[in-house]
T-cell receptor, first 112, second 108 residues
Framework: SQTIHQWPATLVQPVGSPLSLECTVE??????LYWYRQAAGRGLQLLFY??????ISSEVPQNLSASRPQDRQFILSSKKLLLSDSGFYLC???????????FGPGTRLLVL | AQTVTQSQPEMSVQEAETVTLSCTYD???????LFWYKQPPSRQMILVIR??????QNATENRFSVNFQKAAKSFSLKISDSQLGDAAMYFC?????FGAGTRLTVKP
């Protein structure tokens, strides 16, 4: 069976500090991978998606970046965090475009 | 542009009763999937039900069913025999586009 992991679960970071959130998928190969951000009580905003190693598409211009160094690893990064980067970050995978997405447990990020 | 709209920010239902959550979407595609996801207080997103657009038959999963109206681009979720554990945020989704969500409260 397939599983998806995200870490850390919770992160408190000062403004201007770097960020690295990691997501890994097990039990499948060549998945589509996604990073979403969810503000409190709101819907999901797609940040990045990837259809293969090294292939990253960005939805929203911002100070975040994503990388996919391995087939089942997806990393969300920032060189300098802003207060507005606070939120709940979800990683997801799917077998193909437009298909069912399976979500990780999420990371709560608080930037102070 | 692909958009998903949920017009009910909050809904409430009595335990054991039936509730319907509404969703409309916009697309120019003819073949696609639509989804309802549930997000309980733990914030873990869970797939509730999926509908394939080329299928005329509405999808059902136990107490959950959909009313899919392709021409109207409407995709509502019906929860029958509501249980306390159904209390959550519900999101309608088309591909990577999600609605704003409906918070469902279940009253004992």
């Amino acid at each position: 069976s397939q599983t998806i992991h995200q870490w850390p679960a919770t992160l408190v970071q000062p403004v201007g500090s770097p960020l690295s959130l990691e997501c890994t998928v097990e039990g499948t190969s060549n998945p589509n991978l996604y990073w979403y951000r969810q503000a409190a009580g709101r819907g999901l905003q797609l940040l990045f998606y990837s259809v293969g190693i090294g292939q990253i598409s960005s939805e929203v211009p911002q100070n975040l970046s994503a990388s996919r160094p391995q087939d089942r690893q997806f990393i969300l990064s920032s060189k300098k965090l802003l207060l507005s980067d606070s939120g709940f970050y979800l990683c997801a995978w799917s077998r193909g475009q437009g298909e069912t997405q399976y979500f990780g447990p999420g990371t709560r990020l608080l930037v102070l | 542009a692909q958009t998903v709209t949920q017009s009910q920010p909050e809904m409430s239902v009595q335990e054991a009763e039936t509730v319907t959550l509404s969703c409309t979407y916009d697309t120019s595609e003819s073949d696609y999937y639509l989804f309802w996801y549930k997000q309980p207080p733990s914030r873990q997103m869970i797939l509730v039900i999926r509908q394939e657009a080329y299928k005329q038959q509405n999808a059902t999963e136990n107490r959950f069913s959909v009313n899919f109206q392709k021409a109207a681009k409407s995709f509502s979720l019906k929860i029958s025999d509501s249980q306390l554990g159904d209390a959550a945020m519900y999101f309608c989704a088309y591909a990577v586009r999600f609605g704003a969500g409906t918070r469902l409260t279940v009253k004992p």
